[in-house]
């Protein structure tokens, strides 16, 4: 016996945006996060800032893992209503891509700068600034 799928307003994802009940609407399938919240790598904010929305553009910037789409299906609780879908195409974003630019606000992103600033620094401090005196 299959079991049908239940069907979701976007009214009533609304509803359930707090850590108490956390749902989103992630390729027009409804989630059910709440259990989720704590094991979120993260952390809880995150899913908390999309809960009861679409977060779909926000899922496919982040670029999450096959492990990740897999888990999701663990808390897929319906599809989204045929007329709360969402138009929008969002491509597919399964991790990073050679040669693509992230633009994203990662830790990466200060790491190398404050690697070379801290390099330039000790260069200065121990080879430089001995040799003039």
């Known amino acids: 016996m299959t079991e049908k799928i239940k069907t979701y307003r976007l009214s009533e994802v609304k509803q359930h945006k707090d850590s108490k009940s956390s749902w989103l609407v992630i390729h027009n399938q409804v989630y059910d996060v709440t259990k989720f919240l704590e094991e979120h790598p993260g952390g809880e904010e995150v899913l908390l800032e999309q809960a009861g929305d679409d977060a779909t553009e926000s899922f496919e910037d982040v670029g999450h893992s096959t492990d990740a789409r897999e888990l999701m299906k663990d808390y897929l609780i319906g599809n989204l209503h045929e007329d709360d879908k969402s138009n929008k195409s969002v491509k597919t974003n399964t991790g990073p891509q ?34 003039a005196n």
């Open 98 to 131: 050679v040669g693509v630019k992230n633009e994203g606000s990662s830790w990466t992103g200060w790491l190398l700068p404050l690697g070379i600033a801290i390099a330039a620094a000790l260069v200065y401090r121990f080879i430089i600034s001995p040799a």
